[in-house]
């Protein structure tokens, strides 16, 4: 196979500029430039036709399409004759499918330079409708608790006792490394200042009242709104994707009753339990430090750890995370059933999950840290 | 009390949509639809890839709110329902979604059950019972414990009609039915269609483009076509074949493109 391909053109006497195509064209070794050419039909004004000669032409793809299509494109702008007639058959009518369609008006997607303010107003705009979803959504999610109070939503029982299992049951050996390693960070970052003090002792009261009041609740809740908060989300859109929402819809069930509240409830139920386990373990990953490093004893950490912290502390944290619980499975379930109808959608929908879940929970972690100071607690 | 006069030949109509505008936003899909489905009939949504056809069966099930317009269930506006007389008259209707929509977290027996559970007062046995008795009706006998993922397409979809006909529905709609089936399942299920339609005494709306399918079972349709955003042509599918005055009908009937059908008109 010859390398040695490309073109070359002469102009004849009666002012047809003859294209020649030589060798064998293939897609593989480019496409020759085109700006030769359009130089010279740019210089030369007064071309009557461009014609094509093919004799050595030894073998062609997709590559001379491209080419002749890019010749016929130039005749058209210049209103010069293109004479198809050199051009291999199969060339010739390749070139009249691809013509035989007129462009759809209106079907390029013209690239429009927006001014800044005018992406600031659209940003808005959209950030508004979202809103209203969102608030739309919470105000039927109220509705379904309301019916659920009264006994009267309708859900699969055996969904809820599989959601519980999975984010109950399930979550615990990643909520067991989390929390130990939380505990043991807390541990060292408050061993390093009291040990200058002598007062080794107070990293029990440390680590046990940040455990229970702030870090064990907060934890599980990112730890949830990763694992849980996404699969929500990723379960909702697929169930979208395939209809089976819609197919819920018009057999007379709500998607909110059906999918999400089962979802709320079995987070509600779980993350207090999780987060007292963490809240546990965390102090276990401090005790380690105490007894391995600072020469305390088991009975004199956890005596400590006892005498620190209240009954208040522990139930503080534990309402916080049933909060955080609801905040990650709404924002799960909610970009699950925004999802757009395509896979990549979904996983925008599950990313998105996460994102929001996240921010949810800090947010309402700095609010409760306010509310709690204002309230003493 | 909606003001159409009843045909001549004494079929009532089951389905009116009137002035119906479809719309994305500010994009107009389709503008002022009118048609009438009447008791009984097989009625075919026609059209090119993209006209719209299954958005308008969304409509008509409540999926989608209008922009503009109602739809009728014979004196009364679904559209304008209140939630409750809405449901009561969703449950008349039996919907094959294009996919299947299956749930895909219960087995087929759970799939219908469900439906059966809500909405009568069979007792666990007897919708056991009714739930395997709707799947040997689409031929699916001894799959009751099947999860959908465990079946094929075609089993899918039948499962999904055996689900649109668990509480015996007067309307039962179809998107696409033989999208993604073979041409032997495609010709089954297209007669498993009228039969049902017989012995149900139902009124069929299908979503389609299968020629074949057209001709086999419609005896009334609509033609939308998205370039003058409404209805070309209505009638039977074998009446537009050989008398539509539209060459675009004409050719989409033909399977041949628009200037074959100019040139050899009726």
């Given at each position: 196979m010859s390398n040695d391909y490309g073109f070359s053109f002469v102009q004849t006497q009666e002012g047809t500029l003859v294209i020649r195509l030589v060798g064998s064209w293939r897609l593989r070794a480019g496409i020759p430039s085109f700006a030769d050419l359009q130089g010279k039909v740019a210089s030369t004004g007064m071309l009557k036709r461009i014609g094509f000669d093919t004799?050595?032409?030894t073998g062609w793809d997709s590559s001379i399409l491209a080419f002749v299509s890019k010749v016929s494109e130039l005749c058209r702008q210049r209103k010069i004759p293109m004479d198809r007639?050199?051009?291999p058959v199969g060339v010739r009518k390749l070139l009249e499918l691809a013509e035989a369609?007129?462009?759809?008006?209106?079907a390029r997607r013209e690239v429009e330079k927006t001014s800044l303010l005018e992406r600031i107003g659209t940003k808005a705009i959209g950030a508004t409708d979202s809103l209203t979803e969102m608030l739309a959504f919470l105000g039927e999610m109220t509705i379904t608790f309301v019916r659920l109070l009264g006994m009267k939503a309708r859900y699969r029982t055996s969904d809820l006792v599989l959601l519980i299992q999975q984010c109950g049951a399930q979550a615990l050996p990643i909520v067991t490394l989390i929390s130990f390693l939380v505990g043991v960070i807390l541990a060292f970052v408050g061993a390093v200042q009291l040990k200058q003090f002598g007062a080794q002792i107070y990293v029990a009261d440390l680590v046990g009242i940040a455990m229970m009041r702030e870090m064990g609740a907060m934890m599980t809740g990112i730890i949830m709104a990763g694992r849980t908060g996404a699969a929500f989300a990723a379960q909702l859109g697929t169930m979208k994707v395939t209809q089976e929402v819609d197919a819920l819809t018009t057999a007379g069930f709500s998607p909110l009753e059906f999918l999400v509240l089962p979802r709320v409830v079995a987070l509600i139920l779980m993350m207090p339990l999780l987060c007292l386990y963490s809240d546990f373990v965390g102090v276990l990953g401090g005790a380690a430090i105490g007894v391995g490093m600072l020469d305390l004893s088991w009975t004199t950490y956890f005596h400590e750890t006892a005498n620190a912290i209240t009954l208040t502390d522990i139930f503080g944290g534990v309402f916080k995370s049933s909060v955080y619980g609801v905040l990650i499975a709404l924002s799960g379930c909610l970009r699950g059933l925004q999802s757009g109808n395509s896979s990549s959608a979904v996983g925008d929908a599950a990313t998105s999950a996460v994102v929001t879940g996240i921010v949810a929970i800090v947010v309402a972690c700095g609010t409760f840290a306010v509310v709690f100071y204002v309230l003493g607690i | 009390m909606i003001g159409e006069a009843i045909p001549a030949n004494g079929a009532k109509p089951h389905i009116t949509v009137r002035d119906l505008t479809m719309a994305f936003g500010s994009f107009v899909l389709m503008r002022d639809l009118n048609f009438t489905v009447n008791h009984g009939d097989v009625f075919i949504i026609m059209g090119g890839s993209g006209s719209g056809k299954s958005t308008l069966l969304r409509h008509l099930i409540g999926l989608i709110e209008p922009a503009r317009g109602d739809v009728f269930y014979g004196d009364e506006n679904f559209t304008k329902a209140e939630p409750a007389q809405r449901q009561e008259l969703l449950r008349r209707m039996g919907v094959l979604f294009q996919t299947g929509g299956l749930w895909s977290s219960m087995t087929l027996a759970e799939n219908i059950g469900m439906l059966l559970e809500e909405y009568?007062?069979?007792?666990p046995t007897e919708i056991r019972e009714v739930a395997a008795l709707k799947l040997a009706l689409v031929g699916l006998k001894g799959f009751e414990d099947y999860y959908p993922s465990q079946i094929s397409g075609g089993m899918q979809k039948r499962a999904g009609l055996a689900r649109a006909m668990a509480l015996d529905p007067e309307v039962l709609f179809f998107d696409e039915p033989s999208a993604g089936l073979d041409p032997i399942s495609s010709r089954l299920l297209d007669e498993l269609i009228l039969e049902l339609r017989d012995s149900l005494g139902a009124t069929v709306v299908v979503v389609t483009h299968e020629l074949a399918s057209i001709f086999t079972i419609g005896n009334n349709s609509v033609f939308l076509d998205p370039e003058t955003k409404t209805v070309t042509a209505s009638g039977h599918p074998k009446e537009l074949l050989a008398h539509c005055p539209d060459p675009k009908v004409r050719a989409f009937l033909r399977r041949e493109t628009v200037s074959e059908s100019l040139q050899n008109p009726g």
């Open positions: 004799r050595d032409l007639e050199g051009l369609v007129p462009e759809r008006k209106g | 009568t007062q069979l007792n």
